[in-house]
């Protein structure tokens, strides 16, 4: 069973800062992408920042230049630093990762629970 579990998420005040992590554990073979996705109260879940093993990020025009994503690859875990965050980026984050769990099995994707980040003064 592959599990991926968040953590750092919580109460941040505008323009503060806070980091994510996830970490990816089980059986594992490889991992291609790993990022993060969020959703807020009456809104559909969006791209919020992905990455691949060879370091390539991708990011959302929204969270551009204040949100930086990397990536261990040595310890399965992905981490999100939110810089100057603003209240508009208040939702549950989740940590999404494309992996395959032997050589045989082709890439699947797998979810985090989520963990609330709350922007507010």
């Known amino acids: 069973q592959v599990q991926l579990v968040e953590s750092g998420g919580g109460l941040v005040q505008p323009g503060g800062s806070l980091r994510l992590s996830c970490a990816a554990s089980g059986s594992i073979f490889r991992i291609d992408v790993m990022g993060w996705y969020r959703q807020a109260p009456g809104k559909q879940r969006e791209l919020v920042a992905t990455?691949?093993?060879?370091?390539?990020?991708n990011y959302a025009d929204s969270v551009k230049d204040r949100f930086t994503i990397s990536r261990d690859n040595a310890k399965n875990t992905v981490y999100l630093q939110l810089n100057s965050p603003k209240p508009e980026d208040t939702a549950v984050y989740y940590c999404?990762?494309?992996?395959?769990?032997?050589?045989?099995?082709?890439?699947?994707?797998?979810w985090g629970q989520g963990t609330q980040v709350t922007v507010s003064s």
């Open positions: 990455t691949t093993g060879g370091g390539s990020a």
């Open positions: 999404y990762a494309r992996l395959r769990v032997s050589v045989s099995i082709r890439y699947n994707e797998y």
